[in-house]
């Protein structure tokens, strides 16, 4: 601890760039620090002048910013700001936070400071408020004279909003590769968000999911153990915000995030999850640990630690409500092996389960609230950003047979040649080409919308009553999907953009004996919704909402095994507005 002395006065310090920490134990320092902030502030500009002195102590704790700065949850007049210190303190820690309107900081407009300690894990979160609609700041954090790396941010237009741009991410494994997909989102300039769809952390032990390369890329995964505790939690979202390229993107553009399943647990439904066991403890106690260090670690707006569903209303163009598909109100979801016989499946208890009325994904509150949200916007695009695939996925069931358990069904490929000899010589099909041409084509993912009909039809529903035009962001599968979405009756009813993912290995690792590119043309031919897919590269989605059209360009990275790429757009599709219109088409 030293004296300061009159020329180290809080406001000479802020006018040169610094910050000022003050033991906790000086009485009275908060409000003194404050009002000398607002000084210093007025001063700005003014080189030379000094502000009250004062012989109160400070005590220069070492700090270092080792996990970056981050914005998040913007709105027409504030953002949540972010960030964490990495200290040897174990008391409270006073963080100055200063937002300006230029990266030289001589304009800033809003000031104040932030305590931290060790039961938020040294993590700092700010909503700071007032701000001006669609604009663009820049902020930064400060203990004493050490200072954080500057972060840009940008508030919602309050209305008139001409254009909308939002890239999307989904499944950020760390070991299975490098974050090239952030990186290249993060050159951009012209984003007005990112949205997070989930699995942004990944809960398996170093030796799980995906992480065969890990130790050669030097991202094993730490703690090595799977995530229990909150302490586990907490060093796995350290880890993850450690990597240079997250680091960047979260410095550059505002993020909306809502978690899937593995902020916590994969498969997560309410209460429980497949990779939660009775001897991992209660599921509940491990799901408030998750949901503390996600909130902790994540520039997220808290209203209430397991609500994560809430709007943007950006500038009246549209309206991304965010929604909650897993934790809330998910009913387990349905297993084939459960239905399965010697026989084969039990078709007719399986589509009674699958369709009852009141299955559940998001849960009635949650439903109501959607519901209230689409009827109160008048934005022209009503998009939904949440986990998993809306639209219809069946699959021939040989096919998905094959690819869970092979040997029980026939490759897509060979699937496809007969389909081309029903096409051109039905004469020639042997019985058991009949046999298996006659199989129905059922949901490959019960852990999607494909499992709960019922709350499908429910949001689908919504949205034709209301005459809304409907977009749906969807991550969860590993690869990239362009889907018209059609109601029971077949009604056309919106669209959906499923985003790849940042890392996490798609189809290519299930349909291990398929060219991509085949099989993509496959699926396109036999999912009769399905417009668009590519099931091997890792890659984001850039949306483009104007008053006539919303676009999505799926982008991909070349690599994740080096952190030289390059990046290319493989696909544009876009929707049209108006109620003959609520389908996926080329774009101009
Ligand atoms: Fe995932």
Redesign the pocket.
């Known amino acids: 601890m030293k004296q300061r002395d009159d020329n180290t006065s809080p406001s000479t310090a802020l006018l040169s760039g610094q910050n000022l920490l003050r033991p906790r134990a000086v009485a009275a320092t908060r409000r003194g620090f404050l009002r000398d902030i607002g000084a210093g502030v007025a001063l700005i500009g003014s080189a030379g002048l000094v502000a009250c002195g004062g012989d109160e102590q400070i005590e220069q704790i070492p700090v270092s910013w080792k996990h970056g700065v981050a914005s998040g949850d913007p709105l027409s007049d504030r953002v949540v700001l972010w960030t964490r210190i990495t200290t040897d303190a174990t008391g409270p820690v006073d963080v100055g936070w200063q937002v300006a309107t230029d990266e030289a900081f001589s304009n800033v407009v809003r000031f104040g400071v932030s305590t931290t300690s060790a039961s938020v894990d040294y993590t700092v979160k700010v909503d700071v408020d007032q701000l001006s609609p669609a604009s663009k700041y820049f902020y930064r954090f400060s203990v004493v004279n050490q200072k954080s790396p500057v972060g840009k941010t940008k508030t919602l237009a309050a209305s008139g909003a001409s254009q909308v741009k939002l890239a999307v991410f ?2 950020s494994n760390y070991p299975t590769g490098y974050f090239n997909v952030y990186a290249e989102a993060a050159k951009r300039t012209d984003l007005d968000a990112t949205v997070h769809l989930g ?1 942004y952390i990944y809960e398996y032990a170093s030796n799980g999911y995906a992480s065969s390369n890990a130790a050669t890329l030097g991202r094993v995964s730490d703690p090595t153990n799977e995530l229990l505790v909150l302490t586990d939690y907490r060093k796995r979202h350290a880890q993850y915000k450690s990597d240079p390229d997250l680091q960047a993107l979260h410095a550059t553009v505002p993020m909306i995030a809502v978690w ?1 399943d ?1 902020e916590v647990a994969n498969d997560t439904w309410k209460d429980g999850a497949e990779n939660h066991q009775a001897n991992e403890g209660d599921f509940k106690l491990r799901r408030a640990a998750a949901l503390q260090a996600y909130h902790e670690w994540m520039p997220t707006r808290v209203t209430q630690a397991d609500i994560i569903y809430r709007s943007f209303n950006f500038g009246g163009l549209v309206a991304l409500h965010m929604l909650d598909t897993r934790l809330i109100g998910r009913e387990k979801q349905l297993d084939y092996a459960n239905y399965t016989t010697a026989q084969g499946l039990n078709s007719a208890a399986f589509v009674s389960d699958l369709t009852r009325a009141d299955r559940q994904l998001l849960g009635t509150t949650q439903t109501a609230w959607l519901q209230q949200q689409m009827t109160a916007s008048t934005a022209t695009w009503q998009v939904l950003g949440q986990q998993v695939l809306m639209g219809r996925m069946d699959i021939p069931s040989p096919i998905l047979f094959e690819a869970l358990n092979p040997g029980t069904g026939v490759s897509i490929s060979a699937y496809t040649a007969l389909k081309i000899k029903q096409a051109t010589a039905p004469n020639t099909l042997t019985p058991t080409e009949q046999f298996i041409l006659a199989q129905p084509a059922i949901p490959y993912n019960l852990d999607a919308w494909d499992g709960y009909y019922a709350a499908r039809e429910t949001v689908l529903g919504m949205a034709k009553a209301l005459n809304k035009n409907l977009v749906v962001l969807a991550g ?1 599968t ?1 690869n990239a999907w362009g889907n018209d979405l059609k109601d029971q009756s077949g009604n056309q009813v919106g669209v959906e953009f499923g985003v790849s ?1 940042v890392t ?1 290995p798609g189809f290519e690792s299930i349909f291990v004996n398929d060219n991509p590119v085949t099989l993509a043309a496959s699926l396109e031919q036999l999912i009769d919704p399905l417009v668009y897919a590519d099931t091997s590269r890792r890659g984001f989605s850039v949306i483009t909402a104007t008053a006539t059209e919303c676009r999505c360009d799926w982008i991909y990275v070349s690599t994740i095994s080096s952190r030289t790429y390059t990046a290319t757009t493989g696909k544009s599709l876009r929707t049209l507005p108006g109620s003959g219109n609520r389908k996926l088409v080329a774009t101009a």
């Open positions: 989904s499944c699995d899937d593995h969860d590993h993912s996490s």
